[in-house]
């Protein structure tokens, strides 16, 4: 079974702390993601990882930023945390469609972020 | 990704087969039918997906017409833990967002 796991399941902040979230997938995928869910927006991509070391912005990067140093690791940084990133944080991994494998998203259990 | 739509709510009696119905009439010939369920406060979890056969695995089985417009999942013998909100998404191979919309909220009734 495809594993993605998140560092915390609930997390309280302050404004103006710098936030990492880690995620770490167990399946060998290429592409790692990371959206925000809030209620009646649905799934909002901020950021997304091809590769060790690559990264390209999604629908709503400000913000934020990433690092993806091993392939099975992909971090969100909160560089200066805000109120209104309060947020349910989700990662998701899947192969690459260069690979030929089946792309399906797997998603980790989330993070729970307040930002007070 | 083609836009879908889909039922905001169902009910479903306990040991019955809950069948979610979804549109998607602008789906195009290379985009998938993935459906996830999230149960409150979890991440999305997978569940199915296809392109124009219908496909069955341990959870669900997926029904695709033959015109690719619409499509229904069935879980056939729904259980209180089946309750959640189940998504229906058309994704094109290579796209890299999910394009989660509001889902079917469906509870499973004792």
């Known amino acids: 079974d495809v594993k993605v796991t998140q560092s915390s399941r609930y997390l309280v902040k302050r404004t103006g702390e710098k936030v990492f979230l880690e995620c770490v997938q167990d399946?060998?995928?290429?592409?790692m993601f990371w959206y925000r869910q809030d209620p009646g927006l649905g799934l909002r991509l901020i950021y997304f990882?091809?590769?060790?070391?690559?990264?390209e912005k999604g629908d709503i990067p400000e913000g934020y930023s990433v690092s993806r140093e091993k392939k099975e690791r992909f971090s969100l940084i909160l560089e200066s945390a805000s109120t209104n990133q309060t947020s349910m944080y989700l990662c998701?991994?899947?192969?690459?469609?260069?690979?030929?494998?089946?792309?399906?998203?797997?998603f980790g259990p989330g993070t729970r972020l307040l930002v007070l | 990704d083609a836009k879908t739509t889909q039922p905001p709510s169902m009910d479903c009696a306990e040991g019955r087969a809950a069948n979610l119905p979804c549109n998607h009439s602008?789906?195009?010939?290379?985009?998938?039918v993935y459906w996830y369920r999230q149960i409150h406060s979890q991440g999305p979890q997978y569940i199915i997906h296809g392109l124009k056969n219908n496909e069955t695995n341990e959870m669900a089985s997926l029904i695709i017409t033959e015109d690719r417009k619409s499509s229904t999942l069935i879980l056939p013998h729904a259980t209180l833990r089946d309750t959640a909100v189940y998504y229906c998404?058309?994704?094109?191979?290579?796209?890299?967002?999910?394009?989660f919309g509001t889902g079917t909220r469906l509870t499973v009734i004792p």
């Open positions: 602008t789906i195009s010939g290379n985009e998938y």
């Open positions: 998404i058309v994704h094109q191979t290579g796209a890299n967002n999910l394009f």
């Open positions: 990882s091809y590769d060790v070391k690559m990264k």
């Open positions: 399946m060998d995928h290429e592409n």
């Open positions: 998701a991994s899947s192969f690459s469609w260069t690979s030929g494998m089946d792309e399906t998203q797997y």
